[in-house]
């Protein structure tokens, strides 16, 4: 019987019959046919056990065997094309065009004895199978060679009776019977097909809702380690200068004989250092709170500080000599602004710990870039070194991070910082 629900699983490289894999049974065996091939053959060939029952399954065709009696002889001989092609059906889904061969072979030998309409629908069903599973070139075969005969046997009828009439007639018969079937196994394919697009597509949509999703992740993994290491940046930055400021203070006021003035005045630079720290720690946390995300995290002032800078140095115990040079005019953005003093502080508080007690500090600004140079010689016995390094990665992360260079190195026993960072806000990154 026809079927429409079947599926394709062909692969369109071979004419000699499908190229699949094996088929399992209900019971998740690998079998040769189908438990449903199975039922369709068994209702298929019930079916024609009953119309010949009934005896409805003649088609009152003469005979093609030589001296056979179709009315004389029983009925009951086209159960033997019948059952040849009742076990075609089994295999007609892995094998559909030996099926299909095997279906015509008992087709012509029905016919042989006049023919019925019980093997007819055996042959319908093997026909389908072929334009549902055979491969593109077999169909078109298929198809090529049941056209070719319906227009031969449609002018083969319209020759005999003389009538175009005859070969309409018959053409259209012939046609409906030979290529219905392959015209409905066509369009269940293209149906199959087109339920296959869509399923990749759905895919297709599927992966890359979870790639996007993927990038999504780590562009938030991203976000969240650059405000990370931003934070890490500015509480070394904030809290750094101050605590070596209290350090070398309290070493210096330990380290020597007990002096009450000194003392006080060395506790006085302690009590300094640590509340600007808790200000800066203030200003920061207050930042951190707020909702503002136009610029790069920074806080506290900008150049506009720096004398105070250069004074909390010297209290420290560090003599800066500062030169400026360039076009000063212009209004830096405040992220450079704000980084500019957060170098230049991070650099006279090394120079404070490991140089010699004086420092140069240099800003040359051109329009487009500003420029700044921190140098202090290095005692010949090295200062044990007392910090991470931290120090350095923060301010070359903190130039980078503006579009900017970085670099620091010693050379002829003096050791030298230098950053340029961008002058206008269009070159920031």
Known sequence: MLRVGQTSD????????????????????????RRRDALSAAVTVALGILLIALGVAGLDSPPLLPGWDAEQSSRWWHLVPLAVGGIAMLFERKRPLLS????????????????????????????????LHASTRARNIITAVMVTGTLAVAT????HDRDFASFLL????VGAVVLVP???????????????VASERARLE????????????????????????????????????????????SAAALAAPADRDRDRAALGQVRAASLA??????????????DTTAEPLTTGDGLSALPELVAWAGDAGLSVTVTNRGDHNSVLPTAVDQSALRIIREALTNALKYGTGTASLAIVADGTAVTITVDNRIPTVATPATGGGTGLVSMQERAV????????GEHAGRWTVQARLPASRAALR
Do not use: K
């Open 277 to 290: 720290s808790l200000e800066e720690m203030r200003t920061m946390i207050t930042l951190l709170r707020s």
């Open 10 to 33: 062909q692969s369109d490289t071979s004419f000699g019959g499908r190229a699949g894999t094996p088929h399992c049974g209900d019971t998740g065996g690998v079998t040769l046919f």
């Open 206 to 249: 599927a992966e890359r809702a979870t790639t996007l999703s993927r990038l999504a992740e780590l562009d938030r993994a991203e976000a969240v380690a650059a405000e990370r290491s931003a934070m890490a940046r500015e509480l070394h930055d904030v809290i750094s200068s101050h605590l070596s400021a209290i350090a070398i203070h």
């Open 401 to 408: 991070s503006l579009g900017g260079t970085f670099s620091a």
């Open 170 to 173: 018959v053409a259209l018969q």
């Open 100 to 131: 299909f061969a095997v279906g015509t072979a008992a087709l012509l030998g029905d016919f042989a004895i006049g023919g019925s309409l019980a093997v007819l629908l055996v042959w319908w069903d093997l026909l389908y199978a072929v334009g």
């Open 156 to 159: 083969a009828a319209a020759e």
């Open 182 to 196: 392959l015209w409905w196994a066509w369009g269940v394919r293209q149906g199959h097909e087109l339920a296959a």
